[in-house]
């Protein structure tokens, strides 16, 4: 068995495991396998054992993989979208878990209705208020709230967070307790299912589970090191 499925093995282990300890079910919690910096052959690897949820972070990237990989791919987009590049993104993906602003989500309605179909997204709240970041915050995702959920051809499932870089992992419980709560409160105010919780990454899945998550984006714990940037088709894989 290769390395690769060696390590798609045990993150699904350990994640079962976790889901395990937190009372639900292996399959309640999604592996979005984060193939950012690596070629397309290791997803097509990966793919091949029965991965089917991939996760990139830059829209370059993705236009450059995706279209030479098995389309029961399915793709999910991870990473800060700027606004003039929804509508090159948009055939390729099931899901955006950084939708970060209402002027954002709004332009992600309008091109889908273009195209004719919906689009899954994650709100990506700051939960530490840390100015560095983007997503919204608590205020502004409760106050834009309603207005997310009337867009037509945006379906809202629920919310995503990047925790600050930290010396130990299990530091980053109390953010993943805090997304869970933010979304327990929002369901009640807005009276609507937000079912997701996009987090948990390499480091800290595990806890992220037991906390709540439903979808760990899980990068260097599968592929290794991350490798250089791929920039454009001409590079090699
Ligand atoms: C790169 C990335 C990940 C995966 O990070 P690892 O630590 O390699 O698992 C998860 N989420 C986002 C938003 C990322 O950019």
Redesign the pocket.
Known sequence: MSELIESLDRVRERMAAAAARSGRAAESVELVA?S?THPAGVVRELAGAGQRVFGE?KVQELLVKAPDLPSSIRWHF??HLQRNKVRRLLPWVEAIHSVDSLALAEDIDRMAAEEGRRVDVFLQVNVADDAAKFGFSRESVRRDLDSLMSLSRVSVVGLMT?PALVDDPEKNRPAFVALRRLRDDLEVAAGVPLPGLSMG???DFEWAIEEGSTHV?????LFGRRRPVIRSKAEPD
């Open positions: 984060v950012k972070s991870i990473g990047i990454m390499s480091d984006r899980v990068g260097s714990a």
